[in-house]
RNA sequence: GCGGGUGUGAUCUAGUCUGGUCAGGAUUGUGGCCUUCCAAGCCACCUGCCCGGGUUCAAAUCCCGGCACCCGCACCA
């Protein structure tokens, strides 16, 4: 099928359309238009399920914009910018450091601008054209934004959504009651201020993401608690070395193709996500990311890719390891504590030697100074004690000052210590999944075609409309008929539409194309009996059902229950 | 951001080189007639030369600038 066909839908049919359109559009931003907003929705809803309540998970919702300090803390000020320079004459732009890497010959050189400047001026270094070349200047993938009045304080739209969460960490920890690990998501609008946008969806400057933290001991990351569920699924993996696989979960952990039980269970996890929106399996796989793709704050990725007819491989979901990489640098940078304690199975009890000082003879011989060297005394560990206690002699700085101290300033003590655990930064796995990518899969993977005409193969539990209730010809018996079971189908929560005009046919066809999956038909025969016909999308296959029951029976179809099912239950009560 | 290409109703497209008599076709959509299940037929209708400037008696057509899209390069944490 020509792959403008489906562009084509989108924008007739009200899926999408390029923002800002009546004033000439701006590249890297999508409008969801009717149809399009409410599939986004159904397939993040989806996600809920599975990442939100089948995970046991909470979802929190954090800002767009946040202060400077947590994106210097979360490395994205340094690495998500990039060093450019200009040439006066021509116009051309470079990225400063492959430029200066090229032209001498280096194999890395500083990203610093200041660095690259001096390099540049130093070495002569031109422009292709010959012209001069302008300032280093970085230049930000992040929108960045002033805060307050006039802006005082510089801050950036958020370009992932996780930071928020790590951000959240001591409440999170608090909120789970202390116990890892366990997980938090968040769907939400990312920002990333893209130099050139192309291809839809694929790369839009602000896109939604939907992203889980799940916090873990590193110690425990080898086991996942639920990991039996999934120890069967098939993998299809393309490990950094290129050579493709296909293992379950279980043999791809104990072949040490993923490294651990959480890793492997988010790609199955994740796996089966896709496989439910109808993605099928053989345009599914996990690819490695090579050293040098990483993020700056990832120890290990896979991406989930699917295979589309327009772009090849597109990469829809990411799930890293990010390690204590995020927790530690806010810890930095905040001074707030980003840890998790660890209880020992049992208290580890330890007699250990301890200097203390005497403040009765420090306090009135050093006066001011007495706090500190008793401060720096007490933080001395059992060496220092035992050094002592060997020659009764003592030499400490105090700021400026080196002390001299004896037996009359100290005296050494036997304590038992009692350790029942001890702190640490937990790790982190992330599965993030780019919604917008994901819908274009789905759509691209549900159109078909069957005798000349689009039919868009949307699952029923993610299309936009579920249900299309006709009148089989424009008479007054049938449309009233008709107009009360829309009317009962709407009450009961079911999204659908109705359709008088043109031939039968006609409606069928305008409803396949939107992904419509069951349409109901009222027709003379539902005048004498009160039964209309269900028909399935897909197949076009017809049933006879009670009028009454379409409203439930469209329900359990949108929720599980297959065409197969029903039919053999309405053939089983005839 | 650079180079090349493109931009005509909701959608696809003819016309652009060679300025005027050019805004045409198809699909879709709307209203009606007809119609007993898969884009039937007939009638009527809505909607357009990407935006801005220039050249010219006259611009969809030529020139300049902008914007968007496509391809290549670069970028894509």
Not at 89 to 100: E, M, N, S, W
Not at 373 to 384: C, F, H, P, Q, Y
Not at 472 to 490: C, D, I, P, Q, T
Request: glycine share 8%.
């Amino acid at each position: 099928m020509p792959q403008d066909v489906l562009q084509e839908i989108l924008l007739r049919r009200g899926f999408l359309c390029p923002s800002y359109e009546v004033y000439g559009g701006v590249s890297g931003f999508y409008d969801y238009a009717p149809l399009g907003a409410m599939l986004k929705r159904n397939i993040e809803n989806l996600w809920r399920r599975y990442f939100v309540v089948e995970e046991g998970f909470f979802e929190v919702d954090t800002p767009t914009i946040a202060p400077e300090q947590v994106f210097v803390a979360s490395g994205h000020v340094e690495n998500f910018a990039d060093p450019v320079v200009s040439c006066r004459k021509c116009g051309t732009t470079y990225r400063a450091d492959h430029l200066v890497q090229e032209r001498l010959g280096l194999s890395s050189v500083s990203a610093e601008p200041e660095k690259l400047q001096e390099l540049i001026n130093e070495h002569g270094i031109k422009c292709n054209c010959g012209g001069e070349l302008g300032e280093v200047a970085r230049s930000s993938l992040m929108f960045s934004t002033g805060i307050g009045a006039g802006g005082r304080r510089r801050g950036y739209l958020r370009p992932e959504t996780a930071q928020g969460m790590f951000i959240l960490f001591p409440r999170l920890y608090a909120f789970y009651r202390k116990r890892l690990p366990f997980g938090v998501a968040q769907i939400g609008r990312a920002y990333r201020n893209e130099i050139s946008p192309r291809q839809g969806l694929l790369r839009l400057r602000e896109f939604t993401q939907a992203e889980a933290e799940i916090f873990v001991d590193p110690a425990e990351k080898a086991k996942h608690p639920r990991f039996a569920k999934y120890a069967g699924d098939r993998l299809r993996l393309l490990p950094r070395d290129g050579v493709e696989v296909v293992l379950s979960a279980s043999e791809a952990v104990r072949r040490g193709v993923l490294p651990h039980e959480f890793l492997a269970y988010y790609l199955a996890h994740t796996q089966r996500f896709l496989l439910e929106l109808g993605i099928p399996a053989e345009r599914l796989r996990f690819r490695q990311h090579l050293r040098d793709e990483m993020a700056h704050y990832a120890e290990d990725c896979w991406d989930a890719e699917v295979k589309t007819e327009r772009y090849g491989w597109v990469e829809v979901v990411g799930i890293a390891d990010r390690t204590d990489y995020d927790l530690r640098a806010h810890e930095r940078m905040s001074g707030a504590e980003m840890k998790a304690f660890r209880q020992f199975s049992e208290p580890v009890v330890r007699r250990e030697l301890r200097l203390v000082p005497e403040m009765q003879t420090l306090g009135p011989e050093f006066r001011a100074l007495a706090p500190k060297i008793a401060e720096k005394v007490r933080s001395l560990g059992e060496r220092a004690a035992r050094e002592f206690e060997r020659t009764g002699r003592l030499e400490v700085e105090v700021g400026d000052e080196r002390v001299v101290l004896t037996e009359r300033h100290l005296r050494v003590e036997e304590v038992e210590l009692r350790v029942t655990g001890e702190k640490f930064t937990p790790h982190v796995i992330e599965p993030s999944f780019g919604i917008d990518r994901i819908l274009y899969a789905v759509l691209e993977c549900a159109l078909s075609e069957r005798e000349g005409k689009r039919v868009l193969r949307l699952r029923p539990a993610i299309a936009p409309v579920k249900a299309a209730v006709f009148p089989l010809l424009a008479k007054e018996e049938l449309e009233k008929l008709a107009r009360s079971l829309f009317e009962e189908l709407r009450r009961q929560g079911v999204v659908a539409v109705y359709d008088a005009s043109d031939s039968i046919g006609r409606r069928y066809a305008r409803v396949d194309e939107i992904g419509v999956p069951f349409a109901v038909t009222v027709d003379f025969e539902s005048l004498e009996n009160g039964t209309v016909t269900l028909r399935l999308r897909d197949t076009a296959e017809q049933l006879r059902v009670a009028s009454r029951e379409v409203p439930e029976l469209i329900r359990s179809l949108c929720s599980g229950m297959s065409w197969q099912e029903l039919r053999e239950r309405l053939e089983a009560e005839s």
